[in-house]
């Protein structure tokens, strides 16, 4: 783990100091994330009432597919061949007029439409931005400060880009984007945006800091509640990077490549009608014209000199944040700070992991056979048919095999190893117990000596103790759990799960308002903003029945997989594709067409995508 980053800069604002939070009701939110949240809110609103500059209408154009299929059309006599018929049917379901489009259709005219563009702006900096923090590895930026900067480069286009798509997301869920057999489209979009949250969650999880050491040790426990966490390691650093930098950015992108392609072939949807249809019939006939080809006026429309402006305007605000806010790099715990800092706290949980009573001592899967983290909603235990996978023997691994190491030349901590295998496990227990007794928070307390307490009832642990303090001070602790005899040492299962039963961590966790009680997942340490979108999952935390609940992991995942799959569902589930109709904050959105419409004369008289008043070829 890592020592403090360099200053970001001369022109960065300090916002790595503990932030300020508010508290409303149940929900205690930070400030740095109230602020993104409202700028959000802020930035739709204003999309949706400042009036969008437009050209004039142009005529309806006649369809030109016919032209765009003939030209890929196989010469006399191919037309058998394998490349002739996936050209002439890629010519037919994407033309290259619907791909790049010249026109759009004249109710095209909001800002809300930008924000599709603009996400995918600000998603071409992240990617920039992650190549360049992988060509100098995933903890230079810890160290250098050019590489700092990319880092901040990378945060800041993450926050524009998440934020941008739920915008977008918000616009279309108003404007019922999903008719005219455009549910595939909304799919893929609530399907990208939830890549792209587990995405961002495994590229926190990277950064090997403080905060993403907190992540992933709170984060296993949801994920080791589904049976998921056995291969899915959250404090396996090495593999979440991967998952960051290869499989999910694929996954995403070809998410995101299958959504555009729908939008463009299936174009963007039309308006909503002021007054709603009436009766089975009107209904079927809204429906029909709604999934039809619009006939009616357009507008000039250049895709890539809208795409070029919003990179450049997104790049200006990502560049201009990184440098006067920089990015947040809190350091990691280390055994070796802990020892430093808090060593009555060291050796007590070091104590607790040899009774047993430490969390990952008794833990159970993927971990080991005990049952204290294990979890159950329903008839499958998950947890425990997933099995054990990550095998961790907590007073072995934390304590008596780093030390055997070190008794190979120093005598006295021989004998006293020697002393403690030899023992019963009962009597192991009865004087490890004794041990944490007397260093537990609330004892009273005998001169410390430096972990060799003058404790006769605890036997050789005293020594032990003192010994494991010594190798945490030094260092060598921390290589000794960290190596772990793999190729590479990345993987941080053990030195997490060790510093994560101490008080230490949580006091320095619950300092940066990051505890679950704080609503902590959705926090980053110091005045930066964090996860905000994760506050769904959040609030099963602090609701009743769940809170008190010793599932409440599983019900956290259970009831946040329900609402995701209730917002992916949308366009089939009758109440709640109907809300954009019962609030018509689309007459915001296409109030310009609406007017254009009402001032031709025929008022609402004509069906949907067949706009009253202008010729329908």
């Known amino acids: 783990m890592h020592s403090p980053s360099l200053h970001p800069g001369p022109l960065a604002i300090d916002l790595n100091g503990p932030g300020s939070y508010l508290h409303w009701s149940f929900i205690d939110i930070s400030v740095a994330n109230l602020i993104v949240i409202a700028v959000m809110v802020i930035i739709f609103g204003l999309a949706l009432l400042i009036r969008f500059p437009h050209s004039a209408a142009l005529p309806a154009e006649a369809d030109t597919e016919i032209d765009d299929a003939a030209a890929a059309a196989a010469l006399p006599g191919d037309a058998d061949m394998w490349t002739a018929k996936a050209r002439t049917k890629a010519a037919s379901l994407l033309p290259p007029r619907k791909l790049l489009p010249d026109r759009q259709p004249a109710y095209v005219a909001s800002w809300v439409y930008v924000f599709g563009v603009a996400s995918l702006a600000a998603f071409g900096i992240v990617i920039a931005s992650g190549f360049a923090l992988a060509l100098g590895g995933s903890d230079w ?75 992933a040790s709170n984060g296993k426990d949801a994920f080791n509640a589904v049976g998921i966490g056995a291969i899915w390691n959250t404090m396996n650093f090495g593999q979440m990077f991967m998952w960051h930098i290869v499989l999910l950015p694929l996954a995403l992108v070809a998410l995101i490549g299958a959504h555009i392609l729908l939008v463009r072939v299936r174009g963007v949807s039309h308006p909503l009608p002021a007054k709603p249809a009436r009766g089975r019939a009107a209904r079927k006939a809204a429906a029909a014209a709604d999934a039809g080809p619009w006939r009616g006026p357009n507008r ?12 450049v305007v997104v790049g200006a605000l990502v560049l201009i944040m990184s440098v006067v806010l920089s990015s947040p790099n809190v350091p990691p715990v280390t055994m070796q700070t802990w020892g430093k800092v808090a060593p009555v706290d060291l050796v007590y949980t070091a104590a607790t992991e040899l009774n047993g009573t430490a969390g990952a001592a008794s833990y159970g899967p993927p971990y080991n056979n005990q049952t204290g983290g294990v979890q159950q909603v329903g008839p499958v235990n998950w947890q425990k048919l997933a099995g054990i996978t990550q095998p961790i023997n907590a007073p072995k691994d934390f304590v008596l095999d780093p030390l055997s190491g070190l008794a190979k030349t120093t005598p006295a901590l021989a004998t006293a190893l020697s002393t403690y295998n030899a023992a019963s496990p009962a009597q192991q227990q009865k004087w490890a117990t004794a041990y944490a007794n007397a260093t537990a928070p609330d004892a009273k307390r005998v001169p410390f000596n430096n972990g060799n307490l003058n404790l006769p009832s605890a036997g050789p642990v005293p020594v032990l103790m003192a010994y494991e303090l010594t190798m945490a001070r030094g260092g060598s602790l921390d290589t000794d759990l960290l190596a772990q005899r793999q ?23 619950a300092s940066y308002h990051l505890t679950g009680d704080q609503w902590g997942v959705m926090n980053e340490t110091g005045s930066y903003p964090g996860q905000p979108w994760l506050w769904l999952f959040q609030m099963w935390y602090h609701v009743s029945p769940f809170q008190s609940s010793d599932s409440v992991d599983i019900w956290a995942v259970y009831l946040t997989g329900i609402g995701t799959l209730l917002l992916l569902l949308i ?4 109440g709640l594709r109907d809300i954009p109709r019962l609030i018509p904050l689309h007459r915001l959105v296409w109030r310009s067409w609406n007017r254009s419409a009402e001032g031709s004369g025929a008022g609402q008289a004509a069906a949907p995508g067949h706009p009253a008043g202008h010729s329908q070829q």
């Open 571 to 574: 366009p089939f589930i009758p």
């Open 141 to 215: 930026w810890h160290t250098n400060a050019a590489e700092h900067f990319f880092n901040s480069l990378h945060l800041w286009s993450t926050e524009l880009f998440m934020a941008l798509m739920v915008i977008h997301l918000w616009g279309k869920f108003w404007m019922a984007a999903w008719r005219g057999r455009r549910a595939m489209t909304w799919i893929t979009g609530v399907i990208a945006f939830m890549a792209s949250v587990v995405t961002a969650f495994t590229g926190y999880l990277s950064q090997q800091n403080f905060d993403s050491q907190w992540i």
């Open 487 to 509: 190729f590479y040492g990345t993987d941080f299962t053990k030195p997490l799960l060790f510093i994560a039963d101490g008080g230490y961590y949580g006091d320095l966790a």
């Open 300 to 311: 000039r429309y250049d895709l890539l000199k809208e795409g070029t402006i919003a990179t």
